[in-house]
């Protein structure tokens, strides 16, 4: 299962390479500032896209990030004033009476400081990283959708919420980020032929186990080095009192690539040629064979694989 990938975040580019449009009220709801709920999980890349906003709305969801992000320092200012604290006060300790609790607060508060850094170093950063335009289940992403006849890029969360969902009913089946191909016309059902959406992709990313069983994740890459267009279904889910709807979706997964195969997994996300792409996004329910025959006719790019750093 595709339970990471590198995304094309930027939803400027995605704008301005494939033809679409952006939903702004949908960014808008997402990114809403309010100190009282948790921030929306979202990739840096993403967000840094707003800091040019041209126009007043773009500007908007700007002010609205830039809200969180002062916040979030806030947070982790807080956070490593506290561990240095610990740390200075164990390393006194530990300069007269040295004891196992000293030590652990060293230990811990050491940890503690770096993480607290880091993230700090993330928030005050301008030069993109690859890294941030990672996505994880839970986090969301640009997708591509059409309405009305135009491509239209709309932030959804990665792993669905299938219609009739809640989320007790969600925690019990926290796989859906990914549709299996010999699920669409059963589990995926009420999606498959009618709410399909299109991530453009740079890497994706899998858990193997290498020789002596233990765990590692793979980053898989096309050779060719073209983006992957990768198929998708979304829903849109009612939100709790007060809150808007969620937006979410799922990569769809076919059986591996022979060279994926080899690499210890077994599913490939599925990814789409270009010309494809408006018949993909404009399906007929009545005609899924038409569907099928889009997937059969992907693209096979040779995917280069490296454990990931």
């Known amino acids: 299962m595709c339970y990471s990938a590198q995304v094309r975040a930027n939803y400027r580019k995605l704008v301005r390479q494939y033809g679409a449009i952006m939903s702004i009220q949908e960014f808008a709801k997402l990114y809403f500032y309010d100190p009282g709920k948790a921030r929306p999980k979202t990739p840096k890349g993403m967000d840094d896209a707003f800091a040019g906003g041209d126009t007043p709305a773009e500007r908007e969801v700007w002010a609205a990030i830039s809200a969180w992000n002062a916040e979030a320092a806030t947070k982790w200012e807080k956070e490593l004033f506290q561990q240095t604290t610990r740390l200075n006060n164990a390393q006194r300790v530990l300069a007269t009476k040295p004891t196992k609790k000293a030590q652990e ?16 170093a993330d928030l005050r950063r301008t030069e993109p990283l690859p890294r941030d335009e990672r996505i ?9 959708v059409m309405e009305n006849g135009q491509r239209v890029i709309k932030p959804m969360r990665y792993q669905c919420r299938l219609p009739g969902w809640n989320e007790a009913t969600e925690r019990q089946y926290p796989g859906t980020y990914n549709a299996r191909r010999d699920k669409l016309e059963s589990s995926w059902r009420e999606l498959f032929g009618y709410q399909h959406g299109l991530i453009v992709a740079d890497v994706f990313y899998e858990n193997v186990e290498d020789a002596e069983g233990k765990n590692q994740v793979l980053a898989f890459t096309p050779r060719t080095g073209e983006p992957m267009l990768i198929a998708c279904l979304w829903s849109r889910s009612p939100g709790k009192p007060g809150e808007a709807e969620l937006l979410s979706f799922a990569a769809i997964t076919d059986d591996p690539e022979p060279e994926v195969a080899e690499a210890g997994h077994d599913r490939t996300v599925i990814n789409i040629k270009p010309e494809h792409i408006d018949a993909w996004l404009n399906p007929d329910p009545q005609n899924l064979a038409a569907l099928f025959a889009i997937f059969d006719d992907r693209r096979h790019p040779f995917y280069l694989h490296e454990v990931a750093a």
């Open 105 to 120: 607060d060293v230990r811990i508060a050491t940890n503690k400081i770096a993480i607290a850094r880091e993230k700090l």
């Open 136 to 144: 994880f289940p839970g986090v969301y992403a640009p997708v591509m």
